[in-house]
């Protein structure tokens, strides 16, 4: 499934709407402690987290991740969204708790 497939399946907010959402997603990860996901994640991982600072694209980055699901309605601020965009990460936002999030990624066959 394509980030554009899930944004269309469940409405969920797009906030680096610039960016190209063609990337397919061939799993999930959930995860908070930064350096467990680093250690844990794996490329095309669509990775859902209520972490909101800058940290998140780094490690976002390193591990390949097709996008960044940001949970449970955590406050994404504009710098967030424009350092995602000038480092062409793709951020979504679910506005549901992690688990819920997970459930839906896994109800798609994620």
């Not at 497939?5 to 995860?31: F, M, N, V």
């Not at 250690?39 to 095309?44: I, K, L, V």
């Not at 309605?73 to 997970?102: F, H, W």
């Amino acid at each position: 499934m394509t980030i554009r497939d899930l944004i269309e399946k469940t409405g969920w907010k797009l906030d680096t709407t610039t960016l190209d959402t063609s990337a397919e997603i061939s799993g999930a990860y959930c995860g908070d402690l930064l350096s467990w996901v680093m250690g844990n994640g794996e490329p095309d991982q669509a990775w859902i987290t209520v972490q909101v600072h800058s940290n998140v694209i780094a490690v976002a980055l390193l591990r390949e991740f097709s996008c960044v699901i940001i949970a449970d309605g955590a406050n994404v601020s504009d710098e967030l969204i424009r350092k995602c965009t000038d480092e062409q990460l793709v951020m979504l936002e679910s506005g549901i708790p992690a688990y819920e999030t997970a459930k839906v990624l896994a109800g798609l066959g994620i």
